[in-house]
């Protein structure tokens, strides 16, 4: 009954949060964390670093010590060979801690910005390849499998990576949306709610926990 009673006040916080401003509301499901991090490392190239988040989020949902059953690690889902390559460019050669977020990060980005060049400039199909390996997508363009456009990103061969594309795209848009394009994220409150962040938080990790 306590629990239920708690729900029905965190509801009708956040309509009422919905209804006095959205964005702030839905920043709650598309938060962004190592800005820090992301800023540096996307300074130095042309990657948008909500790009970047959109990567992290799909990735790994922001957890540094996130690890695939394929051994990818960290962050931006590193394999062990693809950032030992991508050391050894940078003149890295200290040991390689992925679950180091500013390692993982920089590592990441470097990797997404030589995608990028070797696709001249096709961020659609560099993040096919970040997915599904640069050997595939090379083969799939020159074997016409798929033309490398978002208007035919169903035409992918690998589903894995077909619906990996998909979904960054879908929260690069949705980042774009709720932080108005503007870098770093401004993290908003409502003034006549100055507790609804906390409430809400709270609310969202208990909810988490018991429908697991």
């Given at each position: 009954?306590?629990y239920?009673?708690?729900?029905?006040?965190?509801?009708?916080?956040?309509?009422?949060?919905?209804?006095l401003?959205?964005?702030?509301?839905?920043?709650?499901?598309?938060?962004?964390?190592?800005?820090?991090?992301?800023?540096?490392?996307?300074?130095?190239?042309?990657?948008?670093?909500?790009l970047?988040?959109?990567?992290?989020?799909?990735?790994?949902?922001?957890?540094?010590?996130?690890?695939?059953?394929?051994?990818?690690?960290?962050?931006?889902?590193?394999?062990?060979?693809?950032?030992?390559?991508?050391?050894?460019?940078?003149?890295?050669?200290?040991?390689?801690?992925?679950?180091?977020?500013?390692?993982?990060?920089?590592?990441?980005?470097?990797?997404?910005?030589?995608?990028?060049?070797?696709?001249?400039?096709?961020?659609?199909?560099?993040?096919?390849?970040?997915?599904?390996?640069?050997?595939?997508?090379?083969?799939?363009?020159?074997?016409?499998?798929?033309?490398?456009?978002?208007?035919?990103?169903?035409?992918?061969?690998?589903?894995?990576?077909?619906?990996?594309?998909?979904?960054?795209?879908?929260?690069?848009?949705?980042?774009?949306?709720?932080?108005?394009?503007?870098?770093?994220?401004a993290?908003?409150?409502?003034?006549?709610?100055?507790?609804?962040?906390?409430?809400?938080?709270?609310?969202?990790?208990?909810?988490?926990?018991?429908?697991?």
């Open positions: 009954m306590h239920r009673k708690g729900l029905f006040s965190i509801l009708i916080i956040a309509v009422t949060a919905g209804l401003n959205w964005q702030v509301f839905l920043r709650w499901f598309y938060p962004i964390e190592y800005v820090t991090e992301i800023s540096r490392y996307t300074q130095s190239s042309s990657l948008d670093p909500y970047v988040a959109s990567i992290i989020r799909v990735e790994s949902n922001f957890q540094p010590t996130a690890r695939s059953p394929k051994g990818a690690t960290g962050l931006m889902q590193l394999m062990p060979e693809t950032a030992a390559w991508v050391a050894a460019r940078i003149g890295l050669n200290d040991e390689l801690d992925l679950a180091v977020p500013d390692l993982n990060i920089r590592l990441g980005c470097w990797y997404l910005d030589s995608l990028r060049e070797e696709f001249a400039g096709n961020l659609i199909v560099a993040l096919a390849a970040y997915n599904g390996g640069r050997g595939n997508v090379n083969r799939w363009l020159a074997e016409k499998r798929w033309d490398g456009r978002i208007e035919t990103v169903d035409n992918i061969p690998f589903l894995e990576t077909r619906l990996y594309v998909q979904r960054v795209l879908g929260v690069y848009s949705w980042y774009l949306r709720l932080y108005s394009g503007n870098w770093p994220p993290y908003l409150t409502i003034p006549v709610l100055p507790d609804l962040s906390r409430r809400f938080a709270l609310w969202f990790k208990k909810a988490r926990l018991i429908l697991r």
